[in-house]
């Protein structure tokens, strides 16, 4: 399906994952989905400190690229004998299609994590090299880049869930933020603010069936569930998916949203005028405050999720993306070496997330899966002027912490918002109810993906 254009985090297309295995250590998914059934063909060396030769590393155009391209020079003065060709590539486009074909493939690329399932016949088994790191880890980034117990991508970055207000709105309705604990609170809050302002909707409701649906997943995700098990069985029709969607149908009966599509002309609208105030999203929305909304710049601020229940996860995953070796790569284990350096190393991640021309201030839309790159204490990237000097980094991690292991996201993922994203947006529309969404959704993802697979 085509992609909305998203601004910075283009990225995030078919990058999710959200639920939660019986358990958060030892074999993280057996018989998982997108499993080829042949041997995996592993790399398990890792060269010198004197290592030597060439690389050609694929990553998406845009200010990700230019980042990257930044901190790989820090990568050159640690090796000086690796030749690294970085460039900006169609990953959407190309990377799949040259997988399969085996011809002009990159040594490494970035790739989204709902993607690596379905082609781990093409790709390296990490698990044997990301063993050293792996109990630092966030066991949600591990979950998602396994399938048949294996390790395919190298975790990169966390993208947590986090409540984003407009202070002086809530301030002005009387409304508390550290007193949004749970889902009903916020809807509480809302009415606050429509009283205060009766052409208000305050809450973000995600028009577009693609970012909806990833949405949809990070709420799920809260509560230990998710579309798919670690066997690939659909799982909607449960509680918890109940629960958010009638939370949905509420918060739309009451007239307590606007359905508006991410960060285009009419969302950006809505935001500015004092319409939308509460915005359940991932991390990666620092981008609107620091870019995109002149008006009200200042006075957006970062707060944990409301949990589903008292005392419940208060975040869960929105997107995230990962490196993969390609397994026909010419220089595999000088790919690995790379991604060794920027994902687990000094000093790579901060390289990566801290200052520099592209962010002076450091990285926001993300933080890294790596525990040790991640300490609240050592911050990454400064507070952030455009939150009012908010310190966004200890937000954003101890979000990351709280974050639930997930189960392996299935191959039929992206196709299966033709059904449930769909459905998603005539729930937002008043079109249908909760339960016709779970099973209609359900009995065509389940005949038209799962059964052809």
Known sequence: MSRPSVPRRSVLRGALGAGALAVASGPLAAC?????????????????????????????????????DAAIDAFRKAYPDVKVNHQAVDIDAKLANTLISGTDLPDGSFWDDAKIGGQVEHLYDLTDLIAPYRNRTSAYKLSVNTVDGRIYGVPWDLDPGLLWYREDLLEDAGVDP?????????????????????AAG???????????QLWLEMLAGQQGTSLADEHGKVRLDSKEYRTTLNWIRDAVDEGLVTHAEYLKQADLAA???????????????SFAPQQLLKKTKGKWRAAPLPAWTPGGARSGAMGGSSFIIPAKAKNPELAWLLYEFLCFKEPGYSAVYGPSEVYPGGLTTSVPSYAPA????RPLFEPVAALGGQDLWKVAVDAAD???????????????????GNNLQRLMEGKMAPDDVIDDSTKKIQRNLVDRA
């Open 32 to 68: 998982a989905p997108g499993s080829s059934g042949s041997e995996p063909r592993k790399l398990t060396s890792t060269p010198s400190a004197s290592a030597k030769g060439e690389i050609t590393i694929w990553n998406r155009s845009g200010d990700l690229f230019k980042v990257f």
């Open 178 to 198: 550290a007193g949004l604990k749970t889902y009903d609170d916020l809807l509480s809050a809302a009415r606050s603010l429509k009283e205060k302002n009766p």
């Open 202 to 212: 305050p809450i973000h409701m995600e028009k577009d069936p693609f970012l909806g």
């Open 271 to 285: 935001l500015e005028n004092g319409q939308q105030a509460l915005v359940p999203w991932a991390v990666w929305w």
């Open 374 to 377: 991640r300490r609240a204490d």
């Open 402 to 420: 709280a974050i639930p292991p997930a189960a392996p996201i299935p191959a039929w993922w992206n196709k299966s918002v033709d059904y449930l």
